[in-house]
């Protein structure tokens, strides 16, 4: 599938997550220092959305409900869920899983995603 405009830049300043809608999927842009990158919009621990989370001083994008943290330039686990005290046992039959990624240009002043 070719790219589709998702945005325009200035409407996702640094710093920011923000869930847009391409051709009827959900995906979930990250605005880091280093680029802008677009993964799913739910954690695959539980499904949970991750625009309600937080990008850390590290660049990591960190799942508010159970802290989960992804590198959002290529969906890898940082950090499996840890929170809260308990969340360990779910994690038995939950094992790590990374964040699917799709590739992002951005042209002219508009972010554009290959959803594929």
Do not use: S
Not at 73 to 87: H, L, N, S, Y
């Amino acid at each position: 599938m070719p790219y589709r405009p998702a945005l325009n830049e200035n409407e996702l300043p640094p710093g920011t997550l923000r869930t847009v809608e391409i051709d009827g999927r959900k995906i979930l842009l990250v605005r880091r220092d280093d680029g802008i990158y677009a993964t799913t919009p739910r954690c695959p621990h539980m499904g949970l959305p991750l625009d309600k989370g937080e990008l850390t001083p590290e660049g990591e994008l960190r799942c508010k409900f159970h802290h989960a943290r992804f590198d959002p330039k290529d969906g890898r686990v940082c950090q499996w869920a840890d929170f809260p005290p308990g969340i360990q046992l779910v994690n038995l039959v939950r094992k790590p899983r990374p964040l699917e990624t799709y590739p992002v240009k951005v042209e002219d002043g508009t972010i554009w995603v290959d959803v594929g």
